[in-house]
């Protein structure tokens, strides 16, 4: 086994001002208390806690968080108690040892309502010292890699539960090295066949590849002498076989399909070197399209930078590829775990993972939101720009509806409209990387329920619900009352599923009048003492029905215009119930259409896809007799 002067000269080469007495007295503190414990491998059972030490000085953390991986089953395992801990070690290794011994009590059972409520517990007990979960990450990994030795069902249940929950969390903290370890110790232990497959093809390919891979080095080697890079790391690699996997999955295609397999990375000493070098692939080979994404004017929330992009290389093959500092790498490789002295005012705080527990904590309906959180933690991320140009990050596959929400906590629920790149968009839009977005609010508005189903961050999806929830609380009662009249969409504003709406109820006669909240009929109208206006919540059968309202046109007036747009309205599936020009002036006219639809989201996808006509010039929705 590793003796403490080992460890103590390890931890030295980053942390020269290491307290080795410290060090030495965890040492030998674990060793007293585990004793002639034994693992299932027949070896002492101080060598686990041994290798996690090991393992979290090979991620250079600091010295707390070393004799906190030595500690770490003392409290769990032996007759040591917290109080031990502390008194020996201080209150910092303490609070790290507990929280560790607490997540290891947690069982993370596939699909079970308990992993379900352990999975918040592990997020919500590690968000104020990420160490904590650090540790457990680590441990895990050990475990992992002496997971022969225990018995097979166990084996598996472990392997599904590193794949479900401890391998995304590394991906989360940018730990990748340990991700990939996770992920495909865990494949080969449940898919021993696949697994084997694979990596006899990876391992064939490679083979043949060498000469190939050598070259392509060479060539890239050469463009960063021609263009005055010095010292550059350029090295060529075949993908993990998890990651093969899952691509084969998520494409449904065979290996043979494959395209991308080989990655190849580029480390450069300035970040000067790295925009030259990007310049000058880009200059000398094809680039694939979608490919590109700069990390480094953008980093990722975990710190994460470098510059990633896909071109068609040498010998035609398609490669993908990554240009970063030396530091870049260093925090690539190793996450959050790269910066062993990131301790801020904060704590040792992460603010996704802080911001994702607090969520958590106060929802208590955890079971609707556990897949969209484990997905959004491995969801690869994307950059758009506020009008303001502050960069908003957020998961790829996020709406103008998740946009808003993680802009600023107080947007999202009051959001009308958005414009992405100059054009306005449904709020179902999913945004791409780059996208300039604009959020139009309004302080009197609020969430429908389609929104769920157009939210993808959990963030996001848990806002709306707690609005939702807190409106329909104080709707409740007018509601119930509405539900006994006779309603009838008023002509003049023309409301539709899904706008913000109030009924003007005329109590003598029973009846509710639904107009939209800014309609202006309504407030130019002097109410009797028989009417009241309450705010109009829209039933659970209001989708039924079809609604109906008015568009106003104007267009570079051609042969066949009208006819085009008919088509279009016909497509989607909108009831049209006349058309008629309103105005013509030499080549331009203006129409108005008076249609059908389901609700407001179907409104303005119709509004979109007629816009984009070369011949449109404007639409607009006629409410209150004018356009607006």
Known sequence: MINPSTLIENIGKYDPNVNKEYIKKAYIFALKYHGTQLRDSGEPYFSHPLEVASILIELKMDAETVVAGLLHDTIEDTKATLEDVQEEFGQEVANMVDGVTKLSELEMSSDSKKQIENFKKLLISSASDVRVLVIKLVDRLHNIRTLQFRPIYKRQRTAEETLEVYAPLAARLGMIVVKEELQDTSFFELYPEVYNSIHSRLKDLYEKSVPVIEIIVSKFSEIAEDIGIKNPIITGRMKSPYSIWEKINRRNISFEQLADIMAFRNILETVDDCYKMLGAIHKGYKVIPGGFRDYISAPKSNGYQSLHTSVIGPF???????????NMHQIAEYGIAAHWNYKQSNGYQTEWLSDLANTLENSSEIEDFFKTSKTEMVSEKIFCVTPSGRIVQIPNGSSIIDFAYEAHP??????????????????????????????VTDPHARPSEDWKNYAFTLKAKLEIQKKLRDLSSKESENTSKGEQQTITYSSCCMPVLG?????????????????????????????????????????????KLKYITKFLITMKYTSGCISKIVAVVEQMEAEIISCKTEEKVEEFATICIELKVQDIEHLMELKTVIRNHNFVINIERILNCCAA
């Open 410 to 439: 107080g947007l999202g629920n009051c959001v009308v409209k958005a414009m992405v790149n100059g054009r306005e968009v449904p709020l179902k839009t999913k945004l791409c990387n780059g996208d300039a977005v604009q959020i």
């Open 499 to 543: 706008d913000r709406a109030v009924s003007l109820i005329n109590v003598q006669n029973n009846r509710a009048y639904i107009h939209i909240e800014n309609c202006q009929a309504l407030n130019n109208k002097i109410l009797s003492e028989n009417e009241k206006i309450v705010i109009f919540k829209w039933g659970k059968n209001a989708n």
């Open 316 to 326: 035609n093959r398609r490669i993908e590829i990554q240009i970063r500092t030396p």
